[in-house]
């Protein structure tokens, strides 16, 4: 898979990269570079940037120095953090209580990602965490959690893994589809509510969130919705797995 830059408007560039799973499958991963009304950068996530990605991220950030944090946003996506701390050595980084422990090497910022401080520092970003589910699973087979973010300027909503794009329909077509990550119902935590709080949560962001086009997600590629799709596609999903995730709680 090669590297692209996608630009969406509004100051937000979608970047698509590789990542070979058990060696064999290209899977894809992504990052996101958002340029704030300071006129500085911040990442949505870590990413090796290579050749003319790189090149085009560098022209934009004055060879980098005016990246000033990276907001790694999904606990179990590490394998990039510490190169990216290479490449930006002046960026504060932002992640969950696992990245520490995973990539030690790396100067991590004491505020949390998922923290309110952080959502405070970055008001032209809306975050929201999954309600119902383990943000860090015991089993770390299971990545259904992540801090979701949306971009309103661009219409943009950036996911790792939460809510994906059926296979057949990952390659940038309009498309009002969405499926849970298979994992999901692993991910329920032990309480009877569990389920209800999951799907009550997701509801919520399709409304509040009914304004996203631009779906960026880790594996599934960058799709665009059209106007009001996002919010259908969540709720049927929703309406779909429901009975079965409130069932799985019990």
């Keep these: 898979m090669t590297d692209e830059i996608y630009d969406l408007g509004a100051g937000f560039w979608s970047i698509r990269g590789s990542f070979i799973k058990n060696g064999i499958l290209d899977i894809g991963v992504q990052c996101a570079l958002i340029k704030l009304p300071s006129g500085r950068f911040i990442f949505l996530d870590s990413y090796t940037l290579k050749n003319d990605v790189r090149q085009q991220v560098m022209a934009l950030t004055n060879d980098g120095r005016d990246v000033e944090a990276v907001l790694n946003v999904h606990p179990f996506h590490t394998v990039y953090c510490a190169q990216m701390a290479k490449d930006f050595p002046q960026a504060t980084f932002y992640g969950s209580s696992r990245h520490p422990e995973q990539v030690p090497e790396v100067n991590w910022a004491d505020d949390l990602v998922e923290s309110d401080s952080v ?119 929703i309406d779909s797995a429901r009975n079965e995730l409130e069932a799985t709680a019990l």
């Design 119 to 237: 959502a405070a520092r970055y008001p032209e970003l809306k975050f929201s965490l999954p309600q119902g589910i383990h943000y860090i699973s015991p089993d770390e087979t299971v990545h259904a959690s992540s801090l979701l973010v949306y971009h309103p300027a661009s219409q943009s909503i950036y996911v790792d893994d939460t809510f994906e794009i059926p296979p057949s329909k990952r390659f940038n077509a309009v498309q009002p589809n969405l499926g849970l990550h298979p994992t999901t119902k692993k991910a329920l935590k032990d309480d009877a509510n569990a389920g209800k709080e999951y799907c009550d949560w997701a509801i919520e962001l399709a409304h509040e969130w009914r304004s996203g086009r631009h779906f960026c997600g880790a594996h599934s590629g960058l799709v665009v919705f059209e106007e009001g799709k996002f919010e259908a596609a969540l709720l049927s999903v």
